[in-house]
């Protein structure tokens, strides 16, 4: 059997509410073998109390500063595959946090470099992308165990959305969900990488093209495995 490749889709950066630059997360994960990679960092809605205080204290991106981001992506991906043959796919997380969980939802969205209205309805937010090429994922659509927003929304609507979501993560760091695993959804495994602690987790290897639609489709198909990272 093929080696495969090693992803992780779902990294923040400082750019938003994580602890390092784009530059060290393509070292960190070049120089540990990945094949794949995407920076996610958070996009909040503003139409909320909790939305405006992450946007104040600097732990989103903003309609502002969106295009900067991306441009430091495509420089960044440059050197991640002449240096380590890695893919740097560009993305974002909308960000809908509520004190009530079933009101919460994190989407990542891979492979749109324009930026899309967090205040929109997710389901809009969803379409959207689709129509842009993206690539959708559930973000921890489960209790993840930590003291922290559950992001439930997306989950209980799983029949109405699932063929707009591309794949539903099945793990929060070293976590499985059961109920996602044996959902017959498809499926993806990746860290929430916000610093070097997160590093250890599951994650996804997949077996195709080594490029942004090759990673894509692989996952549409599921040719992948997961496996427990404790580098």
């Known amino acids: 059997?093929?080696?495969?490749?090693?992803?992780?889709?779902?990294?923040?950066?400082?750019?938003?509410?994580?602890?390092?630059?784009i530059p060290e997360i393509v070292d960190l994960y070049g120089q540990r073998g990945f094949g794949a990679i995407a920076i996610t960092d958070?996009?909040?809605?503003?139409?909320n109390l909790i939305g405006r205080v992450t946007h104040r204290l600097n732990y989103s991106l903003s309609?502002?500063?969106?295009?900067?981001?991306?441009?430091?992506?495509?420089?960044?991906?440059?050197?991640?595959?002449?240096?380590?043959?890695?893919?740097?796919?560009?993305?974002?997380?909308?960000?809908?946090?509520s004190f009530v969980n079933n009101r919460s939802a994190h989407v990542l969205i891979l492979g749109v470099e324009e930026y899309i209205d967090p205040d929109l309805p997710v389901e809009e937010i969803l379409m959207i992308a689709k129509i842009k090429g993206g690539f959708t994922i559930a973000a921890h659509p489960f209790h993840t165990g930590d003291f922290e927003f559950q992001t439930f929304y997306l989950w209980s609507r799983r029949e109405e959305l699932k063929d707009i979501i591309d794949a539903w993560e099945v793990n929060y760091r070293k976590n499985i969900s059961e109920a996602v695993m044996t959902s017959g959804l498809p499926l993806i495994a990746s860290s929430d990488f916000h610093h070097s602690g997160h590093f250890k987790s599951w994650k996804t290897k997949i077996y195709g093209e080594k490029s942004k639609g090759g990673v894509f489709e692989?996952?549409?198909?599921q040719n992948l495995d997961f496996f427990l990272d404790n580098y």
């Open 1 to 21: 059997m093929a080696a495969g490749i090693k992803c992780d889709l779902h990294i923040h950066s400082h750019h938003s509410d994580g602890k390092l630059s």
């Open 63 to 97: 309609k502002e500063n969106f295009e900067t981001y991306m441009k430091e992506i495509r420089t960044e991906a440059e050197r991640a595959w002449r240096e380590y043959e890695m893919l740097l796919i560009p993305g974002f997380e909308i960000t809908k946090n």
């Open 42 to 47: 958070h996009l909040c809605e503003r139409n």
């Open 218 to 221: 692989s996952l549409r198909r």
